[in-house]
């Protein structure tokens, strides 16, 4: 090989060599300026609540400030796109629910964001089981008695959503298909607006996170009905199952997680896990989220790809079954 070609490329290899070292460099920094949480959804929801609690930690461990952006609308789709088309340096980050992510990206069609081209998902942060609620003046005390009641009425209630294609909305289809009820959609712009709904009487019954509604429920401004959990929640334990209450195959909930834009550095990613995944297991936010009804997760990147592959999977079928093409 030519003298000039050897210089060439030995000057081309520790070119390469510096960018490499430095972006290891970097990443072994990180974080070194603030870090922004997008939420999908306006403030009061699950995801905000937890990436309040989440951020506030990271900023202390961190010394970097978390801001907390809330991007309501389009069912989610503004935020989730926000995330996807920002630079993948750790510094922008999607807190959502992870269902709702998933739903959105199946039913949006051409045009929307694309699951595994552009986000890298972090982490599972809790899971927290949907309660199905009414307004107090809806004459029924427990699932059986709504169910017999929305029969003999059908469209007589309308259904408050936390926007069309989100997770909450598609439990109230899957609710829709397995008993035979019907009730009319009305599509928020998250979990807090539809609980503020029902509870105002706006609209009449809802799913929506433990998480963000359990303080209604408790202050007597919504009627809780039953939890959509396997089995019951330790907080509620008087409260009964979906499933106990004679829907089968009835198990739906609020996945919460976080996602970063696709081609984040797994180091970053990594990062990001393990430090969350500290948090959500201290005594202080571990009895935190307990007594409100949510578990902890802190489910490894990995497993969270899994988790919203399958949820991709499960709803596509309800659509599939419904002949619900668009979720409409």
């Known amino acids: 090989m030519p003298t000039k070609h050897i210089v060439r490329s ?16 970097a990443e072994a920094d990180y974080p070194v300026k603030p870090i922004r949480f997008v939420i999908a959804n306006l403030a009061g929801g699950t995801s905000d609540i937890l990436a309040r609690v989440i951020g506030a930690k990271l900023s202390d461990t ?9 991007r309501p609308g389009a069912s989610g789709l503004i935020g989730n796109e926000i995330v996807a088309k920002s630079a993948p340096d750790g510094y922008t980050f999607l807190v959502a629910d ?18 595994q081209r552009d986000f890298s998902p972090v982490t599972i942060i809790s899971y927290s089981p949907h309660l199905f609620c009414v307004h107090p003046s809806v004459p029924a005390a427990n699932v059986k008695q709504f169910i017999a009641l929305a029969k003999k009425q059908p469209g007589k209630f309308n259904f408050a959503t936390a926007g069309q294609t989100t997770a909450p909305h598609f439990s109230g289809m899957l609710f829709e298909h ?18 503020l709904d029902v509870a105002s009487g706006q609209a009449d019954v809802l799913f929506n996170g433990m998480l963000a509604t359990v303080a209604y429920v408790k202050s007597g401004r919504l009627k809780l009905l039953a939890v959509s959990s396997e089995k019951r929640n330790a907080a509620l334990p008087d409260t009964p199952t979906i499933l106990e209450s004679g829907v089968p ?12 834009p696709g081609k984040t550095p797994p180091e970053i ?4 896990h393990a430090e969350t995944r500290r948090i959500l297991f201290t005594a202080e936010v571990k009895e935190k989220l307990s007594g409100q009804g949510a578990e902890p997760m802190g489910s490894t990147p990995a497993e969270t790809a899994e988790f919203m592959r399958r949820e991709r999977e499960r709803w596509s079928n309800l659509l599939r079954v419904t002949g619900n093409k668009a979720a409409q």
């Open 178 to 195: 397995l008993t035979g009820v019907r009730w009319e959609y009305i599509p928020g712009k998250g979990g807090a607006q539809a609980v």
């Open 98 to 115: 992870l269902g709702s992510t998933t739903i959105t990206a199946l039913t949006h069609g051409k045009g929307a964001v694309d699951l």
């Open 249 to 260: 195959d009835f198990i739906t909930g609020s996945w919460q997680g976080i996602i970063a």
């Open 62 to 70: 961190w010394k970097q400030q978390v801001i907390v952006d809330n």
């Open 269 to 272: 990613v990594a990062k990001m």
């Open 10 to 25: 030995a000057a081309l290899i520790a070119a390469t060599t510096c960018v490499a070292a430095s972006a290891v460099a």
